[in-house]
C-alpha cells in the first residue's frame, strides 16, 4: 500500500489486518459494479499517467484507500451491506441477459 496518506487511513482502525479486509472488500465492491458506486467525485478520482496523458487509476484499491481517505466511508459505519448494495446497483444498472 504505497500510496500517500497510508498514515491517516491506518489511523481510521486498531489494526492493520482489519484495514486490510475493508479496502479489500471495498475495492471488490467497486470492481464488481465498474466503479459507479464510487463516493469520490470525479475531480477526486485517483488518477495515473500515460502517454494518452491522466487517466483514472484502474486499480480499485487506489479507489477504495481514497473513499476511505476522504472520510465519506468510515470502517464500521458507512459501508454499505454486500447484499443491500447488490440489489440497489442491479435496480440503477440492469444486468443484460446472457444470451444462451
Known amino acids: 500500500m ?32 465498474n466503479f459507479k458506486n464510487t463516493v469520490l467525485a470525479p475531480p477526486e478520482w485517483p488518477k495515473m499517467r500515460t502517454i494518452e496523458g491522466e487517466l483514472p487509476d484502474p486499480n480499485p484499491v487506489t479507489w477504495a484507500m481514497r473513499e476511505l481517505q476522504s472520510g465519506r466511508l468510515v470502517i464500521g459505519e458507512n459501508l454499505i451491506p454486500e447484499d443491500k448494495l447488490s440489489r440497489v446497483m442491479e435496480e440503477v444498472y440492469p444486468t443484460e441477459p446472457e444470451l444462451e
Not at 496518506?5 to 482489519?18: C, R
Not at 479486509?21 to 475495492?27: E, H, S, Y
Open 2 to 33: 504505497a500510496e500517500p496518506g497510508i498514515d491517516k487511513l491506518l489511523a481510521l482502525t486498531d489494526n492493520k489486518y482489519k484495514l486490510t479486509v475493508v479496502i479489500a472488500k471495498r475495492a471488490q465492491q467497486l470492481l464488481r459494479f
